[in-house]
């Protein structure tokens, strides 16, 4: 019995792992296109396949369901929140780096930080924490005991809460009046100066 195979469809296995690569990282861009635009809560893996032009199944055949997907663009952006801490000279300009990294990846930074929407126990995710963390306990580090009091880990504490609250209220333009055209950064970095001089 003869085959109705053609040599089009010979080719086709081949093709897909190259198709779904691109795939998988179009459905993580339309997400964050998304996330950015109207908030997670708005995320649908159906309206995301839509959006790349293929089944409904295909996003879950990357992410398994809408949490698989949300932890993934968490632990990119906790990968690449470490990768620019680790570019900064030293723990002021880490804070800068944490407050641009915001301002550039503001659907990742909206993820990141709510456990409620991520996969427990997921192993990337947790990896990527640790280096971030990592990143900036070593920028705390770097800074000596008059510069931040004798207790790293408060100083630690003290500076993830400075960077991170500002560039949440950033986001949510809770300063566009008190900061209004000024440099968000030049803001930042002069906060930081005045709350590490009180610990001198």
């Known amino acids: 019995m003869s085959s109705s195979k053609t040599p089009a469809d010979e080719k086709k296995p081949a093709d897909r792992p190259y198709h779904h690569g691109d795939l ?4 993580l861009g339309a997400a964050l296109d998304v ?3 109207d908030g997670p809560s708005a995320l649908s893996l159906r309206d995301l396949a839509r959006r790349a032009g293929v089944s409904h199944a295909a996003p879950a055949h990357h992410f398994k369901d809408r949490a698989g997907l949300l932890t993934a663009i968490a632990a990119e952006g906790f990968g690449l929140l470490a990768t620019a801490i680790r570019e ?3 723990l002021q300009e880490a804070g800068v780096h944490y407050v641009r990294f915001a301002r550039e990846h503001p659907a990742h930074f909206q993820v990141m930080f709510a456990p409620g929407l991520l996969r427990d126990g997921d192993l990337e995710l947790a990896t990527a924490r640790v280096l971030a963390g990592d990143a900036l306990r070593d920028a705390v580090a770097a800074v000596s005991p008059e510069g931040r009091g004798t207790d790293a880990r408060l100083a630690g504490v003290a500076a993830w809460s400075l960077a991170h609250g500002f560039a949440t209220l950033r986001l949510s333009h809770n300063l566009d009046g008190p900061v209004g055209d000024q440099d968000p950064e030049e803001v930042f970095r002069e906060l930081a100066t005045m709350l590490f ?3 001198e």
């Open 197 to 199: 001089r009180a610990t």
């Open 35 to 37: 996330i950015a635009a």
């Open 88 to 90: 900064a000279a030293n």
């Open 24 to 27: 998988r990282r179009a459905i």
